[in-house]
């Protein structure tokens, strides 16, 4: 049973325009969400986190949008740079639990 | 600060074979993850210690699955026997704390192909 869900396996955005990666979840147990970046041939690095007490929460180019009624949560990059191409998933978290569920990914390609 | 270490990269063994995988988590972070990472899939937990119990091992089958974290540094995983659905990548993270509200540091995974 997938409950955080990435529907969009690839997306590809031009540089300078802005990515919009999607995730949904199932468990409305979940309070605490993180987008991991991955590059080839490496592990998955933290990237932003948002609390369910929150419905936005920014750092620098990355935007991450929490709607806890729709259980959706979406990363914004832009300006979106070739760096930053790779692929993004989606973790969610419940307090008190040990387990970090993660999405299946998603590749995204900035065009130069 | 250096970060977490895993080795072999690269494995492949036959099926039935056994298997092991190593890993150093960052200095002074109590809590160590094997994750299991599918081709295609998101990565899903196997085993979480805290210093060198097991916090939570549901996931693990451990039928063929083994894990260990003696001194509460270093861990290791064993796969024996091996079968073919075990081809997949496998990453070690830690935290500094487990309540999975901090953030994981990953490992940069030992990639198990099973034949």
């Known amino acids: 049973d997938q409950q955080v869900k990435q529907n969009s396996p690839s997306l590809s955005v031009q540089e300078g325009r802005i990515s919009i990666l999607n995730c949904d979840y199932t468990n409305s147990m979940f309070d605490y969400f993180l987008w991991y970046k991955k590059y080839p041939a490496e592990g998955p690095t933290f990237l932003i986190s948002i609390s369910s007490i929150k419905d936005k929460n920014e750092d620098g180019r990355f935007t991450v949008f929490l709607n806890k009624s729709a259980k959706h949560l979406s990363l914004h990059i832009v300006p979106s740079q070739p760096g930053d191409s790779a692929v993004y998933f989606c973790a969610a978290s419940q307090t008190g639990a040990n387990n970090l569920f993660f999405g299946t990914g998603t590749r995204l390609t900035v065009i130069p | 600060e250096a970060g977490v270490a895993q080795s072999p990269r690269y494995k492949i063994i036959e099926k039935r074979q056994s298997v092991a995988f190593w890993c150093n988590p960052i200095s002074g972070h109590a809590t160590l993850y094997w994750y299991q990472q599918i081709l295609g899939q998101g990565p899903k937990l196997l085993i979480q210690?805290?210093?060198?119990?097991?916090?939570?091992d549901s996931q693990l089958p451990k039928d063929r699955f083994s894990a260990e974290r003696l001194k509460g540094v270093d861990s290791t995983l064993k796969i024996q026997p091996a079968k073919l659905e075990d081809s997949a990548v496998y990453l070690c993270?830690?935290?500094?704390?487990?309540?999975?509200?901090?953030?994981?540091?990953f490992g940069e995974g030992s990639r198990l192909t099973v034949l």
């Open positions: 210690f805290q210093n060198n119990g097991v916090v939570d």
């Open positions: 993270a830690s935290s500094f704390s487990g309540t999975n509200t901090g953030e994981l540091f």
